[in-house]
């Protein structure tokens, strides 16, 4: 029923319209949630967690940058953020991080796999297939917020081997998004 | 200074950079650098969105019951006033001009009225082009001539960044001020309410810091290239 596209709901949004800001939250909630919940691993806290990501998307709405990336993706990196911080602050991150990379039975299903682009496919594909040390370390930063002194302490290894498997696993997804010369169509430069 | 990493030195580090787990000496180290290197930048920036692409690999979860209400509410509670005067049609519009095109505007509203008001207003939208003095588009500007006094703007970003005002007129000669906003880096969209000294609008004009009158509008109705749309 809602056809507008997320960049013209952002806007609306950045103006202060009542209408797009629900639209928004009804678009999103579900995408920002899961991510809260994931991260957090717990429900009242992931709900606060999501709710202060959306008022800071309002916040900061006439910001967005579409060369940078999509909305669905600068919104959910507000909500990582968001998170990260709350982690930081709480007290005490959970012992096994929820917010672990998806396996590949997770995530948004197929008919939602037929929209994804196709450098989210890659990405997905090349996550499948990394090392599991390398997939929990880089889950550790990435979704806690943990240096690579603090990755090597979580799972007992050296920073230098912890500092190692997080930036293999980048270079393999980095190389992943390369592949087939595409940036993705988004319209990034 | 002379203590800045090198790129092989800088690059190593960039995935952590990307990731922002980074502290201390190395990230001011690789900063340095950074300010200073373009390829290095670039590299940082391509692993910035692998990073930025994780999350949405992350299954969707359903919030709890009231998740959407209590969210607006905390967005509300923030809320300038003269934003809550903004109408239904205001996405509509926003949208339409995001899009910037006057066909898409009708099309769109159309859209939007359909679901929940007479189509009366949709005849009735007005919308311009605003130009500089030698004629340039700068944007556009709408206003509904609906129960709620409103004009949307859309600025292409070809001002220059600074602190401006809108102002505009009835058919008399005497401006009234509407808002007033600033032009940064991107392009701007803004909706404002009108005063009733200035309905029906019929000019609007964009004056910068100094006074001067930087772009200006008349407004004429498109109703008829509605149905066209
Ligand atoms: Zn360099």
Redesign the interface.
Known sequence: ?W???D???L??L??????????F??RF???V???A??IIGE?RAA?EV??EA??RV??HA??Y?PRR?TV???V??I??SVAIEHLALGPGRPLDPA?T??ADD???GPEEAAT?GD??VR??DA?DHLPPDERRALSL??FQ????AEVGARVGVPVFTA?SR??AA??R??SA??REGG?GEGG?A | MSSAYTCVETR?RA??M??????GTERAEALEHLGSCAVCRSYLA??T????????????????VG??R???E???A???RW??R?G?T???L??????GAAASIVR?VG?RLA?SEPPRVAATVTEARLVDRDGSPLGSVVVPTGSEHVV?VALDGSLPRGAYTLDGRDDSRVWSHVHRFDV?R?A????AAIPDSAWPLRVVRVVDASGSTVARSALHPVGAAARAG
Do not use: K, N
């Open positions: 029923m056809s507008v596209s960049d013209a709901l806007a609306g950045a103006a202060g319209d009542p209408d797009a800001a629900a639209a939250v009804e909630q579900r995408r949630y899961g991510l919940l994931a429900p709900e999501a709710r959306f008022v309002w916040r006439s910001t940058d990336g669905p993706t600068w959910l990196s909500c990582r917010g990379l998806p997770t995530g948004g994804m450098d989210i990405l997905r996550l930063a990435e917020g943990l240096t690579a500092q997080i930036r980048m270079l997804l980095h998004l390369a940036r990034r | 190593a995935p952590e990307a990731l922002d787990v980074l502290g391509e692993l969105e692998v990073v930025d692409a994780l999350p949405v690999l992350i299954a969707e979860a359903d919030p709890p998740f959407e209590r969210t607006l905390r967005m509300g923030a809320e300038p934003r809550r903004v239904r205001a996405v509509a926003i949208a339409a001009l995001a899009v769109v859209v679901e949307f940064g991107s701007a969209h803004f909706a």
